[in-house]
Nanobody
């Protein structure tokens, strides 16, 4: 009944930009924190960015801060990830995730355990 749908991925040349979207669907559910993760073949999933639904507090992986910007449109129930100055190492499947319930323990925004719902992912390929 609750799902996330990513879009906006594709092939882009190094130095180019791409904006990913994460549309959230569901009759009613809480959006506490929305996050973006990525995973390249043969590599571990890694945190990219996150944003709180209220207050618009943002968090970024240190290596991506400055190039990537997370934002959202509450009215559209959509989260975005603007990616600039893309490099081949940014190639990965990008996943949107949502924390929909409060947890009995504290998780940092970069912890996958924080999130309850994950999207199918969208492929981002950066060519040199």
């Amino acid at each position: 009944q609750v799902q996330l749908v990513e879009s906006g991925g594709g092939l882009v040349q190094a130095g180019g930009s791409l904006r990913l979207s994460c549309a959230t669907f569901g009759r009613t559910f809480s959006r506490i924190v929305m996050g973006w993760f990525r995973q390249a073949p043969g590599k571990e999933r890694e945190f990219v960015a996150a944003i709180t639904w209220t207050g618009d507090t943002t968090y970024y992986a240190n290596s991506r801060k400055g190039r990537f910007t997370i934002s959202k449109d509450n009215a559209k129930n959509t989260v975005y990830l603007q990616m600039n100055s893309l490099q081949p190492e940014d190639t990965a499947i990008y996943y949107c995730a949502a924390q929909t319930t409060y947890k009995p323990v504290h998780y940092t925004p970069n912890s996958g355990d924080r999130y309850d719902i994950w999207g199918q992912g969208t492929q981002v390929t950066v060519s040199s």
